[in-house]
Nanobody, 127 residues
Framework: QVQVVESGGGVVQAGGSLRLSCSVS????????MAWFRQAPGKEREFVVR???????DYTDSVKGRFTISRDNPKNTVYLQMNSLKPEDTAVYFC?????????????????????WGQGTQVTVSS
């Protein structure tokens, strides 16, 4: 069983920054596919970014150039640095884990690919 715990959410003004953290249990974290999804009020959960075991990344278009995902394998932690935040970034942000390193690029951006999720952390961007 993999446990996932997010932290770092909060309230920030437009143009500000936040850093989210996601701590994960497990002895083979370095092989995990990690991702962030978000769910805005009244909307479905959507893919934001993912980072693979080889540090390759994919971002959704709306956050490119503003968000950066990184991973610290010795600490079993993934980070999401969010800069130039906009009101439309307001959402609950979820960290997701796929322990298996086998997947396609399309799969890596799909909710169903991920078997473990955190409880979510609220990010609110005021205008």
């Amino acid at each position: 069983q993999v446990q996932v715990v997010e932290s770092g959410g909060g309230v920030v003004q437009a143009g500000g920054s936040l850093r989210l953290s996601c701590s994960v249990s497990g002895n083979t974290f370095g092989r995990y596919l990690m991702a962030w999804f978000r769910q805005a009020p009244g909307k479905e959960r959507e893919f934001v970014v993912r980072i693979a075991w080889d540090y390759t990344t994919d971002y959704t278009d709306s956050v490119k150039g503003r968000f950066t995902i990184s991973r610290d394998n010795p600490k079993n932690t993934v980070y999401l640095q969010m800069n130039s935040l906009k009101p439309e970034d307001t959402a609950v942000y979820f960290c997701a884990v796929r322990p298996s390193p086998s997947y396609t690029k399309a799969e890596s951006m799909a909710e169903a690919t991920y078997g473990y999720w955190g409880q979510g952390t609220q990010v609110t961007v005021s205008s």
